[in-house]
């Protein structure tokens, strides 16, 4: 599996190759959502019995249906008339007018008898009828009959002024209502009841009626612009008629009429030559997705090795999720409308996150509820199931959420939290629909999102051990479980060197606090040093921090062999570590912590001895440190090793000791070959110093104590 990984990430530093695994990707997606958005083609004629119930593909307004509504709408706005007030004011004036006339004309034959213009009898009734009418327009006395006026000019004026009143009273009581053309008559008789039981003379109140009657006319009038706001209005107001996406516009065994046919057709559901739309659309979408990722991984602060092994452990888990959710989404055919849910939503982005980091883990998960919005769509091709895609979203998120500590303890109690929000949001979205549910449904609700939390859970401790092998990726959970005392090699550098042990802690100490300084990776700074010296177990009595109550036999040995024995540890410890299966990263702390650095001791006794050596066979066979974490191993282990050989250190004394060590090392090139800089060898210095002091502290004499013991001596 390495060997092929190996290969397959050399590709991958080709563009091309890169280029082609996304579209790979593309493919897998395409094809998986393929069914989902393709139009359903149906043999539906007219008239005929329908097969099988049919739903709309897609939302699309019913224009006929809409044109029908409008048009029903619009005619069953009545005709608007309004009332014309001004009219029965111009009639009460008239009436009055005419009144008016026959009082002046009395007052003015009076008034010419009084200065004797009139000798003997007074004006006849022709007379008076004449100037009554000069007093009248022509319009107005052709519509009254002469019979009238002469019965008001006949009448005394207080009698006149009565009769006025009255007539008034009457015509402003009647017009003061709507009067349509077609009620005139009637409003006509009604004023005729009303001056029929007045105390007038009979010729008088004839009069009266008479001119009352001429005054009746029309005063509710048809407002044609009124009309057309009104039915104009009421067109506005009608909602268009619309095709739901997911509505049934057809049901098994029924008949299909024109109505029904033309609904068919305007779905696309009749077009067996259909419209390419729905797959640009979903070409589109991948593309989107494909585009988004690729940018990610380009910009991912990794080196391109690892940035590789990421891509492929990502397309691994994307394609592997997205088989999962096809074959749950089949399960549509048992007619189960929430079988969607069962879907262990949050898996992918819990190994994303395990594996890789949490942003990617986001990234998958709303990937992924957008291709479960798809792939859910019960049935309907080309709708979008939206509930679904809330639900493997929030799922998702929930589990990078609870995913804190990533021990597969933790794992699981994050799929009992994923299992808890799964439930909370299927009853939300239950609820929203506010459909009608029974007790029993509720239940199988509550099962299937506990079941896909916990299924979540269980795949994602299941896979990782394949994926942390085959990858050889070193997740937080592997330094984790790596770093348990109980853990076999830990067992046996504990049990056969002791010495070792405690030193390989307090380097582990060292380096975690340093590398956390420096934003280096601290728990695999921790392990690397737990293990950095598993070689030792091969030939513990020939190391010092093993050699309690025992003669050192390096003093019974040649200098050659014992710097031979000294070297092998390093390269020891890495085949150990090798044949143990443990990860490359750890292996290669064991093997670089040492570097190239010069044997002093044994160097210098050669040397001593006058025996012409090379320095080069007093080095370890290297390499030097590639990264940041397996320098500062190498550091902390001489720094450590350095401080307990001094008795009684102060603060002083270890920071020189500290600085001393790293300048040895920096002006012995061991820094070459990692990215550690000159302002991290010093944050990496005061981290050293600040953790050796917390150490040695209870050890350690200041001058004032020193000054305190002399005194009381």
């Known amino acids: 599996m390495q060997q092929y990984l190996i290969k397959i990430r050399r590709l991958l530093n080709i563009k091309f190759f890169r280029i082609l695994l996304f579209v790979l990707l593309g493919v897998v997606l395409y094809l998986s959502m393929y069914s989902n958005v393709k139009p359903e083609k149906l043999d539906i004629r007219l008239f005929s019995i329908a097969n099988q119930t049919i739903r709309s593909p897609l939302t699309i307004e019913d224009k006929e249906s809409t044109k029908a509504k409008k048009k029903e709408a619009e005619e069953q706005v009545q005709d608007v008339y309004v009332l014309n007030k001004s009219i029965s004011e111009n009639r009460i004036d008239l009436i009055t007018s005419i009144f008016d006339s026959a009082v002046e004309v009395n007052k003015e034959i009076k008034n010419e008898q009084k200065e004797g213009m009139h000798e003997g009898n007074s004006p006849s009734k022709e007379v008076k009828l004449k100037r009554v009418k000069e007093k009248l327009t022509d319009d107005v006395t052709k519509d009254i009959p002469d019979s009238v006026l002469t019965?008001?000019?006949?009448?005394?004026?207080?009698?006149?002024?009565?009769?006025?009143?009255?007539?008034?009273?009457?015509?402003?009581?009647?017009?003061?209502?709507?009067?349509?053309?077609?009620?005139?008559?009637?409003?006509?008789?009604?004023?005729?009841?009303?001056?029929?039981?007045?105390?007038?003379?009979?010729?008088?109140?004839?009069?009266?009626?008479?001119?009352?009657?001429?005054?009746?006319?029309?005063?509710?009038?048809?407002?044609?612009?009124?009309?057309?706001?009104?039915?104009?209005?009421?067109?506005?107001?009608?909602?268009?008629?619309?095709?739901?996406?997911?509505?049934?516009?057809?049901?098994?065994?029924?008949?299909?009429?024109?109505?029904?046919?033309?609904?068919?057709?305007l779905a696309g559901l009749l077009d067996n030559n259909r419209s390419n739309a729905p797959f640009i659309g979903l070409a589109l979408l991948i593309m989107v997705f494909l585009t988004a990722l690729y940018f990610y991984f380009y910009h991912l602060e990794e080196n391109k090795e690892q940035k590789q092994t990421y891509l492929l452990l990502f397309s691994l888990i994307f394609i592997l999720s997205i088989f999962l959710m096809k074959m749950v989404s089949l399960l549509h055919v048992l007619e189960f409308a929430d079988i969607a849910f069962i879907f262990p939503a949050a898996m992918s982005a819990l190994l994303i996150k395990i594996l890789i980091d949490e942003k990617l883990a986001i990234v998958i998960t709303i990937i992924m509820a957008i291709c479960g919005s798809i792939m859910f769509n019960e049935g309907v091709t080309g709708s979008l199931n939206t509930s679904t895609g809330i639900y493997i979203l929030c799922s998702g998120l929930a589990g990078i959420m609870f995913l804190s500590n990533q021990r597969r303890s933790n794992i699981f109690k994050a799929g009992l939290f994923v299992a808890a929000a799964n439930v909370v949001v299927m009853l939300s979205l239950v609820f929203l629909r506010n459909g009608q549910y029974d007790i029993q449904d509720?239940?199988?609700?509550?099962?299937?999102?506990?079941?896909?939390?916990?299924?979540?859970?269980?795949?994602?401790?299941?896979?990782?051990?394949?994926?942390?092998?085959?990858?050889?990726?070193?997740?937080?959970?592997?330094?984790?479980?790596?770093?348990?005392?109980?853990?076999?090699?830990?067992?046996?550098?504990?049990?056969?060197?002791?010495?070792?042990?405690?030193?390989?802690?307090?380097?582990?100490?060292?380096?975690?606090?340093?590398?956390?300084?420096?934003?280096?990776?601290?728990?695999?700074?921790?392990?690397?040093?737990?293990?950095?010296?598993?070689?030792?177990t091969k030939r513990p009595q020939f190391f010092i921090e093993n050699q309690l109550n025992i003669e050192n036999p390096h003093d019974r040995i040649p200098p050659n062999m014992s710097k031979n024995i000294i070297i092998a540890h390093a390269t020891d410890g890495a085949e150990m570590l090798k044949t143990h299966h443990m990860p490359k990263e750890i292996i290669d702390i064991a093997e670089q912590h040492h570097g190239t650095t010069l044997l002093k001791y044994f160097y210098h006794k050669v040397k001593q001895s006058g025996v012409e050596v090379d320095e080069e066979e007093y080095r370890y066979p290297g390499p030097k440190a590639q990264t940041k974490e397996s320098a500062i191993v190498g550091i902390a282990d001489s720094v450590e090793a350095a401080v307990r050989s001094m008795s009684q250190p102060t603060p002083e004394q270890i920071e020189e000791l500290v600085r001393k060590i790293i300048s040895d090392r920096l002006q012995d090139n061991q820094f070459n070959e990692c990215d550690l800089t000159l302002k991290e060898l010093d944050k990496v210095a005061n981290a050293l110093c600040e953790t050796l002091n917390g150490i040695f502290h209870s050890r350690i004499e200041y001058p004032e104590m020193t000054k305190q013991k002399v005194k009381h001596a």
């Not at 005729?192 to 009979?202: A, S, V």
């Not at 479980?481 to 582990?508: D, F, Q, W």
Request: negative net charge; aromatic residues 6%.
């Open 151 to 265: 019965s008001l000019v006949v009448s005394a004026n207080d009698e006149l002024i009565i009769a006025r009143d009255l007539s008034i009273t009457a015509i402003n009581m009647i017009m003061n209502n709507r009067i349509p053309t077609h009620e005139v008559e009637n409003a006509k008789k009604k004023l005729e009841e009303e001056l029929k039981y007045t105390d007038l003379n009979l010729d008088l109140k004839n009069a009266a009626i008479q001119l009352g009657r001429y005054a009746i006319i029309p005063n509710e009038f048809y407002d044609p612009d009124a009309t057309e706001e009104m039915r104009q209005q009421a067109v506005e107001n009608v909602e268009p008629v619309k095709i739901l996406e997911g509505q049934i516009i057809v049901e098994e065994n029924q008949l299909i009429n024109r109505d029904v046919y033309r609904q068919l057709g």
């Open 442 to 536: 509720y239940i199988i609700i509550v099962v299937i999102g506990f079941m896909s939390g916990i299924l979540s859970a269980v795949l994602t401790i299941g896979l990782l051990p394949f994926l942390e092998a085959g990858f050889g990726i070193l997740s937080t959970m592997r330094l984790i479980e790596l770093s348990n005392p109980n853990h076999p090699l830990l067992k046996k550098i504990l049990t056969e060197t002791p010495g070792t042990y405690h030193h390989s802690v307090m380097v582990a100490n060292l380096a975690e606090s340093a590398c956390e300084t420096i934003g280096a990776n601290g728990l695999l700074a921790r392990v690397g040093a737990y293990y950095h010296d598993i070689g030792k």
